[in-house]
């Protein structure tokens, strides 16, 4: 059974910086080829899509309120996700979400619904 665990979210002031990593546990090999992602939730708001990629691949797709600051991308095992968020905002605060085998496609990627397997998340919390 594949597993999912965040880390790396924590406290920290407007326009740092900091790197999320999701560490994908449960599978005997890489996890190349696959779709996976991150997602970002603020109580009381559906789940939005941060950025998206397939394990081993050369392209992403970003949320436009991310596009140039964040950076999505994986080990060179293919077995941890990373979001490098920089230049951060009072507006990326938010529960940060792994996500795995979802459809990186252009129409598909943003729904959070076709994304069956997640981790439990980790908060990000930027401050002035």
């Known amino acids: 059974q594949v597993r999912l665990q965040e880390s790396g979210g924590e406290s920290v002031q407007v326009g740092g910086s900091l790197r999320l990593s999701c560490r994908v546990s449960g599978y005997v090999y890489s996890y190349s080829g696959h779709c996976m992602g991150w997602f970002r939730q603020v109580a009381g708001k559906e789940r939005e899509a941060v950025a998206v990629t397939i394990i081993g691949g050369a392209t992403a797709n970003y949320a436009a309120s991310v596009a140039g600051r964040f950076t999505v991308s994986s080990d060179n095992a293919k077995t941890v996700l990373y979001l490098e968020m920089n230049d951060l905002k009072e507006d990326d605060s938010a529960m940060y979400f792994c996500?795995?085998?979802?459809?990186?496609?252009?129409?598909?990627?943003?729904?959070?619904?076709?994304?069956?397997?997640w981790g439990q998340g980790t908060q990000v919390t930027v401050s002035s």
């Open positions: 996500a795995a085998d979802g459809n990186c496609g252009a129409g598909y990627w943003q729904r959070s619904e076709g994304f069956p397997i």
